[in-house]
């Protein structure tokens, strides 16, 4: 038994498909309706990273999250923290229109609220700079919360001086934090998500 492949490379020069450009207009009509509906408003730019790295667009998306998962009703989330490799792009300033911030994170992932220990939170902050990561796993943080990073120091010992609202995270306190369902299932090699309760 013997198997070959032939390569064939296919351009843009090959022409399009009469067929499937009208199916694919089809539905672009179909959903210019919603795609067009302006949902937000933005004073200045939001633009993302070419690199995954935070970034403006990743930072506003943290605070969305932190804004949809805050009420008692929908977890009481404290903070929120989102996969910088998951926006796609970053947005203008002006008026957002929903087809805009779908490009910006066109996924189906919903949000969820998990409770976290400062020392569990921690152990989540220090796998973003792991080398035993596949790739480097970068979280945007919301506003509510922050920490300094000396990357000189060994692995595990990175992450210091966590805070929320600009009060000390308590290693021993439960702390309620926002997230998507891909990073509460251990997404970008973010393991330690998993140990979240009360989600």
Not at 19 to 41: E, F, Q, S, W
Not at 134 to 163: C, I
């Amino acid at each position: 038994m013997s198997e070959s492949a032939v390569n064939v490379p296919v351009t843009a020069e090959a022409g399009a498909d009469p067929a499937v450009a009208a199916l694919a207009k089809r539905y672009t009509d179909a959903v210019a309706p919603v795609a067009n509906r302006i949902v937000g408003h933005l004073d200045a730019p939001a633009p993302s990273s070419n690199t995954n790295d935070e970034s403006a667009a990743a930072d506003l998306i943290a605070d969305a999250t932190l804004a949809a998962t805050s009420s008692a009703e929908n977890g009481s989330a404290q903070l929120a923290l989102v996969n910088a490799s998951g926006v796609r792009v970053g947005l203008p300033a002006g008026d957002i229109t929903y087809g805009l911030a779908f490009k910006m994170m066109p996924f189906g992932n919903n949000l969820l609220v998990m409770t976290l220990t400062g020392a569990q939170l921690k152990a989540v902050i220090e796998q973003q700079f792991s080398s035993a990561a596949a790739k480097r796993a970068v979280l945007a943080p919301s506003a509510t919360f922050t920490y300094a990073v000396d990357l000189s120091k060994p692995e595990g010992q990175r992450v210091s001086d966590m805070r929320l609202n600009g009060a000390p995270i308590d290693p021993a306190k439960d702390y309620r934090v926002a997230v998507n369902n891909y990073l509460a299932s251990g997404g970008d090699n973010l393991t330690a998500f998993t140990a979240g309760t009360n989600i």
